[in-house]
């Protein structure tokens, strides 16, 4: 499976005409009401000449708007520059085997992984695998924890052991004490890094179909 990187090439570009638009809209605003301002002067009534103060407030608002503009734009930019520094930092996770929270598994190369739990309160734990786009049930199973965390391999069958294909798949994992009750359980899901990419705004990262937040990164496992 191919691994890839988007590496934002235009992120800080694209920031900086997004914020100059409303400031070139400030600046012919702000030309159009020097224009009718100073015809206004030229054409005004000796006896009842303009309000200065006035005048003056709408000149100290403009110049207040324009600084704000300013520095939204700044700001955007170093956003930008810092999405960028960390798009280029992921690089290194492409390719390993990362730990990530969730409830879905991607089905790479024909198996999907999860990290079960230590046994405690929870002596076994009963995996769901559903369609993730209809919520049908696929395969379901029940299996014993030991004293130690460990890895459940799914060969990526469903309950009729026909081969389903790669992709993301809704995983439903719940504990069972030792006298079959329920008892809360929480697994994570362990899959193969293939890209880090920009979207909407958030920086996600792959594994197979399941694009997660950098937030929901619990491990890096190595290759």
Known sequence: MASTITTATNLASTGTSAAAAPTANLFGDFKTF????????????????????????????????EQ????????????SLQQT??????GPLI????????????????????????AGAATQARVQVKDAASGRALFETQVPLSAQPQDWVWNGQDANGRQLADGAY??????????????????????TATAAERQDNDLKLSLGAV???????????GR
């Open 34 to 65: 020097l224009t009718m301002l100073t015809t206004q002067l030229q054409n005004q009534d000796p006896s009842s000449p303009l309000d200065t103060n006035q005048m003056t407030q709408q000149l100290v608002q403009f110049a207040s708007v």
């Open 68 to 79: 704000q503009i300013g520095m939204n734009q700044t700001l955007g930019s170093l956003v």
């Open 85 to 90: 520094a960390q798009l280029t930092a992921a």
């Open 95 to 118: 390719g390993q085997r990362v730990e990530i929270s969730g409830d879905r598994m991607p089905l790479q190369g024909g198996t999907g992984t999860l990290r079960l739990p230590a």
């Open 170 to 191: 809704q995983v439903t994992v719940s504990g069972l004490g030792a006298n079959g009750g329920a008892v809360p359980l929480t697994a994570t899901i362990i899959g």
């Open 211 to 221: 694009s997660v937040g950098f937030d929901q990164v619990r491990a890096v496992r």
